[in-house]
């Protein structure tokens, strides 16, 4: 009797590895003589740019996977619509990886720091990770004052960085005045003597301009680089996923205070990002963070950045 086997390609590649074992007849097997410890997944700290004459250094301060992002993004749209974003983009809809990433720009002169993460600890590893100390940072620019940005300010200690000054938009820092605020109160307000606050055009430094993004928060602001005629925008939190907010930008999120008005900054300013073919470091980017946008139907598609920017002269 016949019996027709029917291979998988699996189970034919299986078939093949036996041969080759069968092959090697009178050879002793390999015994392992020590198993290596698995080590868990592992992610870069920092990642250090250049741009014209500034080195831009983005810092992962923190990451984390958050369950059930549906109930954070696109909160107007079906669960169908939302999988099936998540699908085109090979992620799972019912979990994301979070990411807070901190940018600090050494402009030659000035070692200034974008946002502080959750806590002074993730970003005083990056820091350190990246060769720096805090004591060096001459700035601390605060996009706006939810708690992943401002919770690096203060530490048991007091100011995690000594010598730094302080910008923040004039219109988020009188918002969250007005608010009863426990970690504003904590860690802004005891700094309110050394914060400069900046509006729509304001310098943070040479070559650094700030921009409102008003939407995310009442006074979320975002900062355009520019050094040797090369430009980069620090988005901050203007879109907070790649796929679910940059590919949608009408889609609701949780955290915007004014659904409308986020979703009208993320067009105008990723349109503009767009149009200029510009790169941009987003807060909430899969690290390290920074990439480029092309209009692509009703959103922009995300495109990581690889080796733009950290590149010499041929030779
Ligand atoms: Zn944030």
Do not use: C
């Not at 996977?65 to 090979?90: E, L, M, Q, R, W």
């Not at 809809?93 to 600890?121: H, M, S, W």
């Not at 919770?151 to 918002?175: K, R, S």
């Not at 005629?229 to 940059?246: C, E, F, K, M, P």
Request: zero cysteines.
């Amino acid at each position: 009797m016949q019996t027709t086997i029917h291979l998988t390609r699996r189970s034919a590649l299986m078939t093949g590895a036996a041969a080759v074992l069968a092959g090697a007849a009178g050879v002793a097997p390999r015994v392992a003589l020590a198993k290596a410890e698995m080590k868990g997944t592992a992610v870069p700290l920092f990642s250090r740019l250049k741009l014209g004459d500034f080195e831009v250094t983005t810092l992962l301060a923190g990451t984390r996977t958050v369950g059930a992002p549906h109930g954070i993004f696109g909160t107007n749209v079906s669960d169908a619509d939302f999988k099936a974003a998540a699908d085109a983009a090979f992620i799972p809809a019912d979990k994301a990886q979070f990411y807070f990433t901190p940018t600090l720009v050494n402009t030659g002169a000035e070692l200034i720091l974008f946002d502080t993460g959750t806590d002074p600890a993730g970003l005083v590893a990056a820091i350190t990770a990246a060769g720096y100390a805090p004591e060096q940072v001459d700035k601390v620019v605060i996009t706006h004052m939810h708690p992943d940005h401002i919770g690096g300010l203060m530490g048991e200690g007091g100011a995690t960085f000594a010598n730094a000054a302080y910008v923040t938009g004039a219109t988020e820092h009188n918002f969250w005045s007005g608010q009863a605020n426990e970690l504003f109160d904590k860690n802004v307000k005891p700094l309110n003597d050394k914060f400069t606050m900046i509006d729509d055009g304001g310098t943070v430094a040479p070559g650094i301009t700030g921009m409102n993004a008003y939407g995310h928060t009442p006074g979320h602001m975002i900062f355009m680089l520019e050094s040797g005629g090369q430009r980069l925008a620090v988005t901050a939190d203007t879109a907070n996923h790649y796929i679910w907010s940059l590919g949608h930008p009408d889609w609701e999120v949780k955290f915007d205070a004014d659904k409308v008005g986020a979703a009208a900054s993320r067009k105008k300013v990723f349109g503009m990002i767009a149009a200029d073919r510009i790169p941009f470091i987003g807060y909430h980017m899969p690290f390290p963070a920074t990439g480029f946008v092309e209009a692509d139907g009703s959103g922009f598609r995300y495109v990581p950045a690889s080796y733009q920017l950290i590149m010499g002269e041929p030779g």
